[in-house]
């Protein structure tokens, strides 16, 4: 049965109301100033493209259908008995002066923040969706990756260098998908799981591990809002495969050069992973002792009620990531335990702050040169701002989501659902409902992973508050 779709009239108007709210009560500026908006146009008719030539490379992109902040093309072919694989990222960076509007309006949103039904760019629309997005058939500037790769996936070489490219083919998830199960894609296509696979495997024999929970996402439906929980796809998780390849090959770059900014997280505690082991036995689906977490919760997907209080308590073993900048002095840990290797942001620069400097270190270092006086600078700054853009993130998606569950089921109090218990509180405990996609605050105690009837007694959209209790 499809989610319920917000559709009564003063509902929707006041949910309208408090979703355009939320970014500001957060203090999260959505309009840009004049003298950044000055800059950015200027800038986008001005700023010259690189003299490397890649026109030739057959590039595309591949994003979620109707995106326009496109940081990412790829090039896949077959190499011999291995692979070769370019990237190429958009060179934001070279629509930046340091210290000026532009420069000074990212650090302080240093990331782009997703609300219900829109978005708040880190960039003016006419850099991250125009000049500096990868559009199909555009000229634009870019740092291209270029990798060798082994029959295993493994990388024997890299270089990255600024070029300027021109993406061929748009596509999407979806429309790729179906190529792929068809049989209609052509070899490029077919390569992204075979990689995608190898690296898998790669990530597995590192000790790593991919949390794939289901997301509930906020959908517009002609104009109202609709709530679905979204499983990540097979497609999505081999194309992440790489971006972390990428990510991974950069960190390398950095601790080589003794310079630059990770993306890490602490191996989680040994008793975080013996709580975690004696939920799984509570919940009937124990964690064997001789396999690594990694690979059990590959078989964990969401589809079972008790499965999904198992990816809700594994959320506790990916917890405090965070940012490590240095200059001279490579730290003691550079691990980024989820993945099991050093690894940094760097291929989403129209998204978030961090990606243009990695890639600016990188790029210097690979070409033999120090990185500028003024992405240096910048480094140390750089954890403490994505902290802060990291939390305004979360905050306004949170309270986002929170604002429309409450009004989609604003109309329902007294009825009674379908849910599963994923978790404890001190005042009861967290149910996920079965439809519609939502999570929320239940009185009682029932058992973790239990199937059980709730009733809704409270739906406010102002507070942006969902209470349930169970029903007899």
């Given at each position: 049965m499809?989610?319920?779709?917000l559709s009564v009239p003063s509902?929707?108007?006041?949910?309208a109301?408090e979703l355009?709210?939320?970014?500001?009560?957060?203090g999260?500026a959505?309009?840009f100033?004049?003298d950044?908006?000055?800059?950015?146009?200027?800038v986008?008719?001005t700023?010259?493209?690189?003299?490397?030539?890649?026109?030739d490379v057959e590039?595309?992109?591949m994003?979620?259908?109707g995106?326009m902040d496109?940081?990412?093309a790829?090039?896949l072919?077959?190499d011999g008995?291995?692979?070769?694989f370019l990237?190429?990222?958009?060179?934001?960076?070279?629509f930046v002066?340091?210290?000026?509007?532009?420069d000074?309006?990212?650090?302080?949103?240093g990331e782009?923040?997703y609300a219900a039904g829109?978005?708040?760019?880190l960039?003016?629309?006419?850099?991250?969706?125009?000049?500096a997005s990868?559009?199909?058939g555009?000229l634009?500037?870019?740092?291209?990756?270029?990798?060798a790769?082994?029959?295993a996936?493994?990388v024997?070489?890299r270089?990255?260098?600024?070029?300027?490219?021109?993406?061929?083919?748009?596509l999407?998830?979806v429309g790729?998908?179906?190529q792929?199960?068809?049989?209609t894609?052509?070899?490029?296509l077919?390569?992204?799981?075979?990689?995608g696979?190898?690296?898998?495997?790669?990530?597995?024999?590192r000790g790593g591990a991919?949390?794939?929970?289901p997301?509930?996402?906020?959908e517009r439906v002609r104009?109202?809002?609709?709530?679905?929980?979204?499983?990540?796809q097979p497609?999505e998780?081999?194309?992440a495969?790489?971006?972390?390849?990428?990510?991974?090959e950069?960190?390398q770059?950095?601790?080589?050069?003794?310079?630059?900014?990770?993306?890490?997280?602490?191996?989680a505690d040994?008793?975080a992973f013996?709580?975690?082991?004696?939920?799984t036995?509570?919940l009937?689906?124990p964690?064997p002792?001789?396999?690594?977490?990694?690979?059990?919760?590959?078989?964990?997907?969401?589809?079972?009620?008790?499965?999904?209080?198992?990816l809700?308590?594994?959320t506790?073993?990916f917890?405090g990531?965070?940012?490590t900048a240095?200059?001279?002095e490579v730290?003691a840990d550079?691990?980024q335990?989820?993945?099991?290797?050093?690894?940094?942001?760097?291929?989403?620069?129209?998204?978030?702050?961090?990606?243009?400097y990695?890639l600016q270190?990188?790029e210097a270092?690979?070409?033999g040169?120090?990185?500028s006086d003024?992405?240096?600078a910048?480094?140390?700054q750089l954890p403490?701002e994505?902290?802060?853009?990291?939390n305004?993130?979360?905050q306004v998606?949170?309270?986002?989501?929170d604002?429309?569950e409450?009004?989609?089921?604003?109309?329902r109090?007294?009825?009674?659902f379908d849910a599963?218990?994923?978790a404890?509180?001190?005042?009861?405990c967290?149910?996920?409902?079965?439809d519609?996609?939502v999570t929320?605050?239940?009185?009682g105690?029932?058992e973790t992973?239990?199937?059980v009837?709730?009733?809704?007694v409270r739906?406010d959209?102002?507070?942006a508050?969902v209470?349930?209790?169970?029903?007899a």
């Amino acid at each position: 049965m499809p989610s319920p779709i917000l559709s009564v009239p003063s509902a929707a108007a006041e949910l309208a109301g408090e979703l355009a709210a939320i970014p500001r009560r957060a203090g999260v500026a959505a309009d840009f100033p004049p003298d950044v908006i000055a800059e950015a146009e200027r800038v986008a008719t001005t700023t010259p493209l690189p003299d490397a030539d890649l026109t030739d490379v057959e590039f595309a992109t591949m994003d979620p259908a109707g995106s326009m902040d496109l940081d990412q093309a790829f090039f896949l072919a077959r190499d011999g008995g291995g692979y070769r694989f370019l990237y190429a990222i958009a060179d934001i960076a070279d629509f930046v002066a340091p210290g000026g509007p532009l420069d000074l309006e990212s650090h302080q949103r240093g990331e782009t923040i997703y609300a219900a039904g829109h978005r708040i760019p880190l960039y003016p629309t006419v850099l991250s969706e125009g000049a500096a997005s990868l559009l199909e058939g555009q000229l634009r500037g870019a740092f291209v990756w270029q990798f060798a790769l082994d029959h295993a996936g493994n990388v024997t070489s890299r270089t990255v260098a600024r070029a300027r490219v021109r993406s061929r083919r748009r596509l999407d998830y979806v429309g790729v998908a179906k190529q792929l199960a068809d049989g209609t894609a052509d070899e490029m296509l077919r390569l992204v799981p075979e990689v995608g696979r190898l690296r898998l495997a790669l990530e597995k024999q590192r000790g790593g591990a991919s949390l794939q929970a289901p997301e509930t996402v906020v959908e517009r439906v002609r104009g109202r809002y609709a709530l679905q929980r979204r499983a990540v796809q097979p497609l999505e998780s081999w194309n992440a495969e790489l971006s972390l390849l990428t990510g991974m090959e950069a960190a390398q770059i950095m601790i080589q050069g003794k310079v630059g900014i990770l993306r890490t997280m602490p191996e989680a505690d040994p008793q975080a992973f013996d709580t975690f082991r004696r939920q799984t036995e509570a919940l009937g689906r124990p964690w064997p002792k001789d396999e690594p977490y990694g690979e059990y919760l590959d078989d964990v997907d969401g589809s079972e009620p008790g499965d999904l209080a198992i990816l809700h308590a594994a959320t506790r073993l990916f917890r405090g990531a965070g940012y490590t900048a240095f200059d001279g002095e490579v730290p003691a840990d550079t691990v980024q335990a989820a993945i099991g290797a050093p690894y940094a942001h760097a291929t989403a620069p129209l998204r978030r702050l961090v990606d243009r400097y990695v890639l600016q270190v990188c790029e210097a270092l690979v070409a033999g040169r120090e990185p500028s006086d003024a992405v240096r600078a910048a480094l140390p700054q750089l954890p403490a701002e994505m902290a802060h853009g990291g939390n305004l993130s979360g905050q306004v998606a949170n309270r986002s989501l929170d604002a429309v569950e409450a009004a989609v089921l604003a109309h329902r109090v007294g009825d009674t659902f379908d849910a599963t218990v994923v978790a404890q509180t001190k005042d009861g405990c967290t149910v996920q409902l079965t439809d519609p996609a939502v999570t929320a605050a239940c009185a009682g105690h029932p058992e973790t992973g239990s199937a059980v009837r709730v009733r809704l007694v409270r739906a406010d959209v102002p507070t942006a508050s969902v209470e349930f209790e169970l029903a007899a």
